[in-house]
């Protein structure tokens, strides 16, 4: 089975660029749309971008875009996402998601995801 883990996370000063890890153990990535997640405190889960299996599409919030990457390596079974121009309200666990689905279009519902990594949390302060 499929198996997420996140790092790269941190504390970080308004304006500051970050990029995220997500190490996947098990089937090769390239089979699997992929998608970050986050999550501050008191809110509900949103989504921030996703990437269908062998890059066919991506996709990201409309708040995020601009501001955002999302990115895989197959190789090293990787997916990535860089925070770049970073402000307060980008504090949250961020999460890295998958399901074993081929996609002409992802969508940022976390309900179509059934792979979840523990998450690694991002703090923007002065």
């Known amino acids: 089975q499929l198996q997420l883990v996140e790092s790269g996370g941190g504390l970080v000063q308004p304006g500051g660029s970050l990029r995220l890890s997500c190490a996947a153990s098990g089937p090769p990535l390239e089979y699997y749309t992929i998608a970050w997640f986050r999550q501050a405190p008191g809110k509900e889960r949103e989504g921030v971008s996703c990437?269908?299996?062998?890059?066919?599409?991506?996709n990201y919030a409309d708040s995020l875009k601009g501001r955002f990457t999302i990115s895989r390596d197959n190789a090293r079974n990787t997916v990535y996402l860089t925070l770049n121009s970073l402000i307060l309200e980008d504090t949250a666990v961020y999460y890295c998601s998958a399901v074993r689905l081929h996609v002409h279009r992802c969508e940022l519902r976390a309900t179509e995801y059934d792979f979840w990594g523990q998450g690694t949390q991002v703090t923007v302060s002065s």
């Open positions: 990437q269908s299996a062998r890059d066919t599409s991506t």
